[in-house]
Protein backbone atom coordinates (compact mmCIF):
# COMPACT_ATOMS: atom_id res chain seq x y z
CA UNK A 1 0.00 0.00 0.00
CA UNK A 2 1.33 3.51 -1.38
CA UNK A 3 1.94 5.35 2.06
CA UNK A 4 2.78 8.42 -0.33
CA UNK A 5 1.25 9.23 -3.80
CA UNK A 6 2.16 11.55 -6.75
CA UNK A 7 -0.66 10.39 -8.83
CA UNK A 8 0.18 12.56 -11.76
CA UNK A 9 3.29 10.36 -13.73
CA UNK A 10 3.97 13.74 -15.70
CA UNK A 11 3.32 17.45 -16.19
CA UNK A 12 4.23 19.50 -19.16
CA UNK A 13 4.52 23.79 -18.73
CA UNK A 14 5.03 26.55 -20.45
CA UNK A 15 8.31 28.17 -19.76
CA UNK A 16 7.33 31.45 -17.38
CA UNK A 17 3.94 29.77 -15.99
CA UNK A 18 3.59 28.16 -12.55
CA UNK A 19 4.38 24.50 -12.60
CA UNK A 20 2.48 22.74 -8.97
CA UNK A 21 3.25 19.23 -8.49
CA UNK A 22 0.85 17.33 -6.10
CA UNK A 23 1.04 14.87 -3.45
CA UNK A 24 -1.09 12.98 -1.21
CA UNK A 25 0.18 11.12 1.87
CA UNK A 26 -2.26 7.91 3.98
CA UNK A 27 0.06 7.82 7.48
CA UNK A 28 -0.87 10.81 10.24
CA UNK A 29 2.31 10.54 12.11
CA UNK A 30 3.86 11.75 8.88
CA UNK A 31 5.54 15.19 10.26
CA UNK A 32 8.29 15.90 8.08
CA UNK A 33 8.45 16.43 4.12
CA UNK A 34 10.86 16.98 1.45
CA UNK A 35 11.09 17.96 -2.20
CA UNK A 36 13.61 16.24 -4.56
CA UNK A 37 14.50 16.69 -8.35
CA UNK A 38 16.54 14.14 -9.38
CA UNK A 39 17.90 14.70 -13.54
CA UNK A 40 18.83 11.27 -14.83
CA UNK A 41 22.02 9.35 -13.83
CA UNK A 42 21.99 11.54 -10.61
CA UNK A 43 21.07 11.08 -7.37
CA UNK A 44 18.31 13.17 -5.87
CA UNK A 45 18.74 17.08 -5.43
CA UNK A 46 16.88 18.42 -2.33
CA UNK A 47 15.01 21.48 -3.07
CA UNK A 48 12.79 22.34 0.03
CA UNK A 49 11.53 21.27 3.19
CA UNK A 50 8.30 21.50 5.30
CA UNK A 51 7.26 20.26 8.97
CA UNK A 52 3.72 19.92 9.93
CA UNK A 53 3.99 23.03 12.50
CA UNK A 54 3.92 25.08 9.65
CA UNK A 55 1.56 25.14 6.41
CA UNK A 56 3.71 26.61 3.86
CA UNK A 57 7.92 27.10 3.30
CA UNK A 58 9.26 29.68 0.46
CA UNK A 59 12.16 29.66 -0.80
CA UNK A 60 13.14 31.67 -3.76
CA UNK A 61 10.97 30.14 -6.66
CA UNK A 62 9.76 27.10 -4.70
CA UNK A 63 7.14 26.71 -2.48
CA UNK A 64 5.50 24.43 -0.43
CA UNK A 65 2.08 24.09 0.96
CA UNK A 66 0.89 21.54 3.47
CA UNK A 67 -2.73 20.44 4.06
CA UNK A 68 -2.82 18.61 7.08
CA UNK A 69 -6.70 17.67 6.94
CA UNK A 70 -6.35 16.67 3.72
CA UNK A 71 -2.99 14.88 4.19
CA UNK A 72 -1.52 16.53 0.99
CA UNK A 73 1.45 18.88 0.15
CA UNK A 74 2.19 21.14 -3.55
CA UNK A 75 5.11 21.98 -4.52
CA UNK A 76 4.86 25.54 -7.01
CA UNK A 77 7.38 26.78 -9.48
CA UNK A 78 7.13 30.46 -10.05
CA UNK A 79 8.31 31.21 -13.06
CA UNK A 80 9.16 27.39 -14.50
CA UNK A 81 12.59 27.38 -16.33
CA UNK A 82 13.72 25.03 -18.75
CA UNK A 83 16.46 23.87 -16.28
CA UNK A 84 13.41 22.45 -14.05
CA UNK A 85 12.44 19.41 -16.25
CA UNK A 86 13.42 16.68 -14.27
CA UNK A 87 11.62 13.89 -11.97
CA UNK A 88 10.23 15.33 -8.78
CA UNK A 89 9.75 13.61 -5.87
CA UNK A 90 8.33 14.07 -2.66
CA UNK A 91 9.08 12.10 0.90
CA UNK A 92 7.75 12.11 3.93
CA UNK A 93 9.18 10.84 7.50
CA UNK A 94 7.44 10.88 11.10
CA UNK A 95 8.97 10.95 14.51
CA UNK A 96 11.56 8.26 15.86
CA UNK A 97 11.45 7.34 11.71
CA UNK A 98 14.93 8.83 11.67
CA UNK A 99 16.39 9.24 8.06
CA UNK A 100 13.93 6.77 6.79
CA UNK A 101 11.76 8.55 4.64
CA UNK A 102 9.00 7.21 2.67
CA UNK A 103 9.18 8.23 -1.34
CA UNK A 104 6.26 8.77 -3.62
CA UNK A 105 6.98 7.31 -7.28
CA UNK A 106 7.89 10.85 -8.95
CA UNK A 107 6.33 13.67 -11.23
CA UNK A 108 8.73 13.92 -14.54
CA UNK A 109 7.91 17.82 -14.81
CA UNK A 110 8.96 19.18 -18.67
CA UNK A 111 9.13 22.99 -19.04
CA UNK A 112 8.76 23.99 -22.36
CA UNK A 113 10.79 26.91 -23.96
CA UNK B 1 31.85 22.04 1.59
CA UNK B 2 31.98 18.41 -0.18
CA UNK B 3 28.84 16.77 -0.69
CA UNK B 4 28.05 13.02 0.13
CA UNK B 5 30.09 10.56 -1.69
CA UNK B 6 30.09 6.99 -3.31
CA UNK B 7 31.75 4.99 -4.73
CA UNK B 8 32.02 2.85 -7.16
CA UNK B 9 29.69 4.81 -9.97
CA UNK B 10 29.22 1.58 -11.60
CA UNK B 11 29.72 -2.24 -11.64
CA UNK B 12 28.37 -5.41 -12.92
CA UNK B 13 28.23 -8.38 -11.21
CA UNK B 14 27.45 -11.88 -11.52
CA UNK B 15 24.84 -13.71 -9.77
CA UNK B 16 25.74 -15.27 -6.57
CA UNK B 17 28.63 -12.75 -6.24
CA UNK B 18 28.69 -10.69 -3.28
CA UNK B 19 29.50 -6.55 -3.57
CA UNK B 20 30.12 -3.37 -1.31
CA UNK B 21 29.03 0.24 -1.89
CA UNK B 22 31.21 2.78 -0.11
CA UNK B 23 29.68 6.12 1.02
CA UNK B 24 31.54 9.26 2.96
CA UNK B 25 29.31 11.51 4.36
CA UNK B 26 29.10 15.35 4.54
CA UNK B 27 31.40 16.54 6.85
CA UNK B 28 30.25 16.69 10.36
CA UNK B 29 26.83 14.66 9.14
CA UNK B 30 26.75 11.13 11.90
CA UNK B 31 23.68 9.62 9.70
CA UNK B 32 23.79 7.66 6.95
CA UNK B 33 20.83 5.94 5.45
CA UNK B 34 21.14 4.00 1.94
CA UNK B 35 17.86 3.93 -0.33
CA UNK B 36 17.49 1.10 -3.69
CA UNK B 37 15.90 2.83 -6.99
CA UNK B 38 14.65 0.57 -9.16
CA UNK B 39 12.25 1.45 -11.81
CA UNK B 40 8.96 -0.67 -10.26
CA UNK B 41 9.86 0.06 -6.58
CA UNK B 42 10.83 3.65 -6.90
CA UNK B 43 13.03 4.70 -3.98
CA UNK B 44 13.31 2.34 -1.12
CA UNK B 45 14.52 2.48 2.52
CA UNK B 46 17.03 -0.08 2.81
CA UNK B 47 18.87 0.96 6.55
CA UNK B 48 20.48 4.04 8.53
CA UNK B 49 23.18 4.31 10.59
CA UNK B 50 24.12 6.92 13.38
CA UNK B 51 27.19 6.34 15.83
CA UNK B 52 27.87 3.19 13.88
CA UNK B 53 25.02 1.39 15.23
CA UNK B 54 22.16 0.45 13.01
CA UNK B 55 18.88 3.01 14.06
CA UNK B 56 16.35 1.80 11.38
CA UNK B 57 15.95 -1.08 9.11
CA UNK B 58 13.80 -1.05 6.06
CA UNK B 59 12.19 -4.54 4.36
CA UNK B 60 14.79 -6.25 2.85
CA UNK B 61 16.20 -9.25 3.08
CA UNK B 62 19.14 -10.23 5.44
CA UNK B 63 21.60 -10.47 2.10
CA UNK B 64 21.21 -6.98 2.27
CA UNK B 65 23.47 -5.55 5.71
CA UNK B 66 25.40 -2.04 6.12
CA UNK B 67 27.84 -0.78 8.53
CA UNK B 68 29.25 2.80 9.77
CA UNK B 69 32.81 3.69 10.85
CA UNK B 70 33.47 5.84 13.59
CA UNK B 71 34.70 8.73 11.28
CA UNK B 72 30.95 8.62 9.75
CA UNK B 73 31.70 6.96 6.69
CA UNK B 74 29.43 3.90 5.91
CA UNK B 75 29.43 0.64 3.88
CA UNK B 76 27.01 -1.56 2.22
CA UNK B 77 26.83 -5.32 1.29
CA UNK B 78 24.65 -7.32 -0.21
CA UNK B 79 25.70 -11.22 -0.79
CA UNK B 80 24.21 -13.58 -3.24
CA UNK B 81 23.24 -10.99 -5.68
CA UNK B 82 20.19 -11.87 -7.52
CA UNK B 83 19.24 -10.24 -11.18
CA UNK B 84 16.67 -8.42 -9.31
CA UNK B 85 18.91 -6.52 -7.16
CA UNK B 86 20.05 -4.72 -10.03
CA UNK B 87 19.29 -1.02 -9.19
CA UNK B 88 20.86 2.49 -8.38
CA UNK B 89 21.79 2.42 -4.34
CA UNK B 90 21.74 5.68 -3.03
CA UNK B 91 23.48 7.14 0.21
CA UNK B 92 21.92 10.10 2.18
CA UNK B 93 23.43 11.42 5.10
CA UNK B 94 21.66 14.10 7.87
CA UNK B 95 23.30 15.58 10.87
CA UNK B 96 21.38 12.81 12.72
CA UNK B 97 18.87 14.26 14.59
CA UNK B 98 15.62 11.58 15.40
CA UNK B 99 13.29 12.89 12.95
CA UNK B 100 13.32 16.62 10.72
CA UNK B 101 16.45 16.39 9.21
CA UNK B 102 17.04 17.19 5.54
CA UNK B 103 19.01 13.98 3.88
CA UNK B 104 21.19 14.47 1.34
CA UNK B 105 21.94 12.05 -1.35
CA UNK B 106 25.16 11.64 -3.46
CA UNK B 107 25.32 10.23 -7.35
CA UNK B 108 24.60 6.87 -6.23
CA UNK B 109 25.97 3.55 -6.91
CA UNK B 110 24.86 1.59 -10.32
CA UNK B 111 24.77 -1.89 -9.71
CA UNK B 112 23.97 -4.66 -12.63
CA UNK B 113 23.78 -8.18 -12.14
CA UNK B 114 24.14 -10.28 -14.47
Known amino acids: DQQVKQNSPSLSVQEGRISILNCDYTNSMFDYFLWYKKYPAEGPTFLIS?????DKNEDGRFTVFLNKSAKHLSLHIVPSQPGDSAVYFC????????????FGPGTRLSVLP | KAGVTQTPRYLIKTRGQQVTLSCSPI?????VSWYQQTPGQGLQFLFEYFSETQRNKGNFPGRFSGRQFSNSRSEMNVSTLELGDSALYLC?????????????FGEGSWLTVV
Open chain 2, 92 to 104: ASSPGSVSGNTIY
Open chain 1, 91 to 102: AASALNYGQNFV
Open chain 2, 27 to 31: SGHRS
Open chain 1, 50 to 54: ISSIK
